[in-house]
T-cell receptor
Framework: DAGITQSPRHKVTETGTPVTLRCHQTENHRYMYWYRQDPGHGLRLIHY???????DKGEVSDGYSVSRSKTEDFLLTLESATSSQTSVYFC????????????FGPGTRLTVT | GESVGLHLPTLSVQEGDNSIINCAYS??????FIWYKQESGKGPQFIIDIRSNMDKRQGQRVTVLLNKTVKHLSLQIAATQPGDSAVYFCAENKKWKPNSGYSTLTFGKGTMLLVSP
């Protein structure tokens, strides 16, 4: 398995609180991605990074921010969590962009009450 | 929590049968496609990929077929086993923002494969 870890693996939080999810890789891959997965929607891209301090918005970026200060770490922050952000969040990495396999982490299940 | 597998189209087969999972993609400019397998409670795992200059690619017990004319992908699994039970996603690379300098993978909603012993 590709060396990708996510923390925490499960979190329950209250509406309005800030939440940060962490993705850590040991593969030294340039590209990192955050997705959310919801029933009926599949995997949807939230934000991605194409290098340290280089990030861009994905399809469903509203309410989320990201930071990448080191190659190995990509953080996803929910500034003020809402119930609509209850989901399973996956981090992925790839060596190349576009035409390249993405390796996925184990996921974080986030529940906002 | 609710499983990602709910609300998905489902293919039920018997152990030993061949399975065919289909996927329609949206962008005629997409030139790279991947199939992923996702078991309950885990992240998606790469199965096989294909580039648009090919019509067919074979792996171990799996074959992907690409029909660019009708924008259709299929995944064939030979001699399906109970361990193949999972949700299967196709993905295409495309620039989801027209002026973006980068392309990313866009995923289909998936098909659940159930294999009975």
């Amino acid at each position: 398995d590709a060396g990708i870890t996510q923390s925490p693996r499960h979190k329950v939080t209250e509406t309005g609180t800030p939440v940060t999810l962490r993705c850590h890789q040991t593969e030294n891959h340039r590209y990192m991605y955050w997705y959310r997965q919801d029933p009926g929607h599949g995997l949807r891209l939230i934000h991605y990074s194409y290098g340290v301090k280089d990030t861009d918005k994905g399809e469903v970026s509203d309410g989320y921010s990201v930071s990448r200060s080191k190659t190995e770490d990509f953080l996803l922050t929910l500034e003020s969590a809402t119930s609509s952000q209850t989901s399973v969040y996956f981090c992925a990495i790839s060596e190349l962009e576009g035409e390249d396999e993405q390796y996925f982490g184990p996921g974080t299940r986030l529940t906002v009450t | 929590g609710e499983s990602v597998g709910l609300h998905l189209p489902t293919l039920s087969v018997q152990e030993g049968d061949n399975s065919i999972i289909n996927c329609a993609y949206s962008n005629s400019a997409s030139d790279y496609f991947i199939w992923y397998k996702q078991e309950s409670g885990k992240g998606p795992q790469f199965i096989i990929d294909i580039r648009s200059n090919m019509d067919k690619r074979q792996g171990q017990r799996v074959t992907v077929l690409l029909n660019k004319t009708v924008k259709h992908l299929s995944l064939q699994i030979a001699a399906t086993q109970p361990g193949d039970s999972a949700v299967y996603f196709c993905a295409e690379n495309k620039k989801w923002k027209p002026n973006s300098g980068y392309s990313t993978l866009t995923f289909g909603k998936g098909t659940m494969l159930l294999v009975s012993p």
